[in-house]
């Protein structure tokens, strides 16, 4: 994929979903070579990132999952050494009946939904420097303390300890300049389905995406970034189609603090001719997730630029049967990865420089 120029900066963000079925196993197939992992890097490595955002990679001490597929990408000549993770939410044991189903053992009874500690969780790998010192976790704010937020009739006791994020929300500035960080604004949200009778995943995964706006907005106990930043993640939340409280992420996408660039994809418009996307409202050149059953294909991965920030170019690597990827587009479909990487060419003479570190 071509480049604008030096003065360009590519972000990328991918659920990538080498999430394994007990602590471990993705180390495993990553170091073993094995064909998901590897055509991931291969996929990763044609995007060729500065910046590189993943969800649904294993977290573990050390980060050794991480840097094992690090190393995988660097091997196809793509280098991210700066690399990065806070911890998870996923897989950690609330000792309750979450989901009313008679237990509190299961994967969902839960901070955030898991079979173990750090199940598919974020993670960033970038070619530029990270501002390890200056990030911040909002990962343990807790779901009540949210300004309107849409709670669930769950007992005081759970609320008095279920935390917003599934997986994680996180500041994390990169260093692009020596006087100039840009902040990356990080998430991914849980399902709006499931969750027992409470409807509890309906509601946070609204509220995991609105809280941004309110971070933004300066209507929290943190401060918003002091700085230029992007967002990018997974909200699991199309603005139109699909399961769902909408408003949410109609919301993001139409706030005057940020900017949507609407990537597409021609593969994503190949692909609406299921029963169940033909019928949807939004474009189907905007999706990122290939559901041929329902809900159908949907768009649920975004970066989202702060307004003043120049965006170059943008895309979804969903390659079109007839186009010089296609070779790529039938390893897609091979495999069955459902969620496609979203990426963005930002201009770095629109964030610097500062006369100070921001």
Known sequence: MTRKGPDSLRLVFWRIDLGARGPGYALRDIRAGADLPSLKADIIDHLSPDVLVISGLDYDHDLVTLHAFGALIADRGTALPHVFAFPSNAGLRMGRDMNDDGRDDGPDDTQGYGHFAGQRALALLSRLPIDAEAARDFSGFLWKDLPDARLPELEPSVLEAQRLSSTGHWDIPILTSATQRLHLLIYQAGPPVFGGRSLRNLYRNHDETAFWLTLLEGRLPMPPPDGPFVLMGGSNLDPNDGDGL??????LLTSPLLQD????????IHAANDEFSVAHVGPHALDTVYWPRQPGNLRVSYILPAAEIDVLSSGVLWPAPD???????AALDTLEISHRPVWLDLDLRSIRPA????
């Open 246 to 251: 909408h408003g949410a992420m109609r919301a």
């Open 323 to 329: 186009s010089p990827d296609a070779e790529l587009a």
């Open 355 to 358: 006369g100070q570190i921001n």
């Open 261 to 268: 660039p609407q990537p597409q994809s021609e593969g994503a």
